[in-house]
C-alpha cells in the first residue's frame, strides 16, 4: 500500500486578502475561449478584496480580461482569469482577479487578515455575569 506524503501540494504565497465563502449573484461577461462572446449569471463561491472564485459554464483562457457584474448593486468591474481550476457537473472554477483591489465591491467588511477562530476575540458566546 503506498503512502501519500503529509506535505501540502501548493504551498504559494501568503494572500493578499481574506477569502470569504460566500454566495454572491453575479454576472460574467467577455469573450470565451474560441473569442465567441459570452454573458452568464452565477453565483461566487469565496471572495476577497482582490476577486471571486465563480464556477462558469463559458471556457475562459488565463490572464482574459472579462467584466463582472454585482447582481445587487449593479456595479461592474474589470477583472482578468487569474485561476483555472478543475471542472465539475460541467462547470470550470475560474479565479477572477480584479484590474485594481476593490474590498468595497462586495459590500462585506472583511476580517483581519490574522483573525483565526483560536484567536482571543473569537471566544465562544457566554450569558452575561450576573453580579451579586
Known sequence: MAQVPNTPTHTGAKR???RVLMQVGIRIRGKDAQGKDFEEFTQTLAINAHGALVLLTARLISGAAVHMRHNKTEEE????????GPVRGGKAEIGLEFTA????????AFPPEDWTPKSPEARTFSSPRTVK
Request: with cysteine; aromatic share 16%.
Open 77 to 84: 468591474q474589470e477583472c482578468h482569469v487569474a485561476f483555472l
Open 101 to 108: 483591489p476593490r474590498p468595497t465591491f462586495w459590500r462585506v
Open 16 to 18: 493578499r486578502s481574506q
